[in-house]
């Protein structure tokens, strides 16, 4: 069993940035994948990008690559998303997820946050 809570959304302007993050807990967490997906009004969960626990290695969809930044904090078993150079597109719900695999299909993912919104004004 693994929880995770979101936290950091809020209210961004447009070309400004924003740190979520996402606190794990739970036996064996080390052996999965944390990705990052948002979710906004009338679409399906999109897949942001992810990283493991045992190395640094992040993968970004192209959406957000050069803009957003996944790191994490072994200690704390906190996972961060960065978001730079936020844009209007990126406003939604943005959740956590686990999985024993960086799949990129928000369907096959069994552990969730509840999210956390974040709204971009112009």
């Known amino acids: 069993q693994v929880h995770l809570v979101e936290s950091g959304g809020g209210l961004v302007q447009t070309g400004g940035s924003l740190r979520l993050s996402c606190a794990a807990s739970g036996r064996g967490l080390s052996n999965y994948y944390i990705s990052w997906f948002r979710q906004a009004p009338g679409t399906e969960r999109e897949y942001v990008g992810h990283i493991t626990w045992g190395n640094e290695f992040a993968e970004y969809d192209p959406s957000v690559q050069g803009r957003f930044t996944i790191s994490k904090d072994n200690d704390k078993f906190t996972v961060f998303l960065q978001m730079n150079n936020v844009k209007p597109q990126d406003a939604a719900i943005y959740y956590c997820?686990?999985?024993?695999?960086?799949?990129?299909?928000?369907?096959?993912?069994?552990?969730w946050g509840l999210g956390t919104q974040v709204t971009v004004s112009s």
């Open positions: 997820g686990a999985a024993l695999w960086p799949y990129k299909s928000a369907t096959i993912y069994k552990y």
